[in-house]
T-cell receptor, first 115, second 108 residues
Framework: ETGVTQTPRHLVMGMTNKKSLKCEQH?????MYWYKQSAKKPLELMFV???????ENNSVPSRFSPECPNSSHLFLHLHTLQPEDSALYLC??????????????FGEGSRLTVL | GQSLEQPSEVTAVEGAIVQINCTYQ??????LSWYQQHDGGAPTFLSY????GLEETGRFSSFLSRSDSYGYLLLQELQMKDSASYFC?????????FGKGTRLHILP
């Protein structure tokens, strides 16, 4: 138990569906992240939020839409995805800007399959 | 661009010592982290080097040389449970960028 909870753990969706991934952290952290992990690729940083403000968008296609209503919750809204978007989506949190420990706390991930 | 290079696979014997190297080229640099990920699990933090030198945490040690853009993770007294993927990661302000990972195989 890392203190970061992701739901759903598994998701299968068609290319025309709209779905959302949810992440919640109970660690009192101020920064939250979305990463994508595909086979044989490094963890790819998608988005970073610090104190609810988006500070990084790593050239992610607009079919992925993040939302951070508060420092404890992070969503990833998905629409009109492609089969190549099938991957493990990992949420992480950290203490935030100004704290140089490089330590991320990851959730267990949401395994997404796009048909 | 930003890149982190580490070997894709390493094999070692139970009880032995293994070193996993990481070289990086990034636009900014605050420090180097190491993470462990077992199959089907989430990455878990192992260590962080913000300054040059060696950091020791139990059986694991991590080293950083900022002038060489190089670091390594040293695992001692290997156990079968250490079979996993190990990732180096660079902290660049708000971003933490990961390498492709090194798959560690441990032989009995």
């Amino acid at each position: 138990e890392t203190g970061v909870t992701q739901t759903p753990r598994h998701l299968v969706m068609g290319m025309t569906n709209k779905k959302s991934l949810k992440c919640e952290q109970h660690l009192g952290h101020n920064a939250m992240y979305w990463y994508k992990q595909s086979a044989k690729k490094p963890l790819e940083l998608m988005f970073v939020y610090n104190f609810k403000e988006q500070t990084e968008n790593n050239s992610v296609p607009s079919r992925f839409s993040p939302e951070c209503p508060n420092s404890s919750h992070l969503f990833l809204h998905l629409h009109t995805l492609q089969p190549e978007d099938s991957a493990l989506y990992l949420c992480a949190s950290s203490q935030g800007q100004g704290v140089n420990t490089g330590e991320l706390f990851f959730g267990e991930g949401s395994r997404l399959t796009v048909l | 661009g930003q890149s982190l290079e580490q070997p894709s696979e390493v094999t070692a014997v139970e009880g032995a010592i293994v070193q996993i190297n990481c070289t990086y080229q990034t636009s900014g640099f605050y420090g180097l982290s190491w993470y462990q990920q077992h199959d089907g699990g989430a990455p878990t933090f192992l260590s962080y080097n913000g300054l040059d030198g060696l950091e020791e945490t139990g059986r694991f040690s991590s080293f950083l040389s900022r002038s060489d853009s190089y670091g390594y993770l040293l695992l001692q007294e290997l156990q079968m449970k250490d079979s996993a993927s190990y990732f180096c990661a660079v902290k660049d302000d708000d971003k933490i960028i990961f390498g492709k990972g090194t798959r560690l195989h441990i032989l009995p």
